[in-house]
């Protein structure tokens, strides 16, 4: 019984991993030939990389230094264990750096919506590119609900829909709006006198299915009355601004998707812009890890909007 007890013992011992930091510390005294050089170089104290050695010493069975005029000196088991370590610690390191690559070069894939990725986020995209030449970023076109499972990494949407409280979201920009023409018609669709400008009654006023109460809205806040005008209507929000560009009428732009047009001159915002209540948000499945690409992406754009 007491012989089994024993063998048993010494069974689980010859089986115990072995420390990781112990390792270390013993593969660069070894390198370096010195605990205190070891130490330096780990950032622990001298004590805490002998103690760490002796350890490991207790743990195989052998002595694996010499020690002798404070200076140290491989033992024979000691060599044996360092070319076996530093293999080791090469082949760890070489994954690593494999696993960060990779990590550096999958995909950071954002979904946005429509217009807003036509109108505002694509033409300043060289600029991303230009600035963080490392981060390769796929774009994905996408409205309201999704899910991170179709492989998306983050998504910028509108905060109109209840997205739970699963997700992280970041605050981009808020959404302002006011009426925008082309500035060849201003006169025609709008009365611009001495006083605030006013809608003319035959402004033809654009409409679309994905933002149907864009008009109204915004007619409620400015305490504007629209009956009696006539109307025409677009299956997507881009292209009431599209229609607004080539001239056909006066359509609700959002200040983001229509700056760019603006300030060259393609489009008159004769009412400002002013806030609806709204916003775009950065969501994500987890909260954003500082300094990886997804931060760095997030700056970049709350950056951009506010340019």
Request: charged share 20%.
């Amino acid at each position: 019984m007491k012989t089994d007890n024993i063998s048993e013992k010494n069974s689980r011992k010859m089986h115990r991993p072995l420390s990781l930091g112990g390792l270390r510390c013993f593969e660069a005294a070894a390198r370096l030939e010195s605990f205190t050089q070891a130490a330096n170089s780990l950032n622990l104290t001298h004590g805490a990389v002998s103690r760490a050695v002796r350890a490991l010493e207790d743990e195989l069975g052998v002595a694996l230094f010499e020690r002798r005029h404070r200076r140290v000196y491989l033992t024979a088991a000691g060599r044996t264990l360092f070319q076996a370590s530093q293999q080791a610690f090469g082949i760890l390191d070489h994954t690593a750096q494999s696993l960060r690559q990779q990590a550096q070069d999958a995909p950071l894939v954002l979904s946005c919506e429509p217009t807003l990725l036509m109108r505002w986020l694509i033409p300043r995209l060289p600029a991303f590119q230009q600035a963080h030449p490392e981060i390769n970023l796929q774009l994905v076109a996408g409205g309201g609900p999704f899910s991170f499972h179709d492989g998306i990494t983050a998504a910028i949407r509108r905060n109109d829909f209840d997205w739970g409280d699963k997700l992280h979201s970041l605050a981009l920009f808020s959404e302002r709006v006011g009426p925008v023409c082309k500035p060849e018609t201003l006169r025609r669709w709008v009365t611009l006198g001495d006083g605030l400008p006013q809608l003319s009654q035959d402004a033809v006023l654009l409409h679309s299915a994905t933002r149907p109460d864009a008009w109204r809205q915004w007619a409620q806040r400015q305490d504007v009355v629209l009956t009696g005008r006539p109307e025409q209507r677009f299956d997507h929000f881009y292209f009431s601004l599209q229609a607004a560009v080539a001239g056909m009428g006066i359509a609700i732009g959002p200040w983001q998707q229509v700056r760019d047009d603006v300030t060259a001159g393609l489009l008159s915002a004769p009412f400002g812009f002013t806030p609806d209540g709204s916003g775009y948000c950065l969501l994500s499945p987890q909260e954003i890890r500082p300094g990886s690409a997804l931060a760095r992406l997030a700056d970049w754009l709350k950056f951009s909007a506010d340019a």
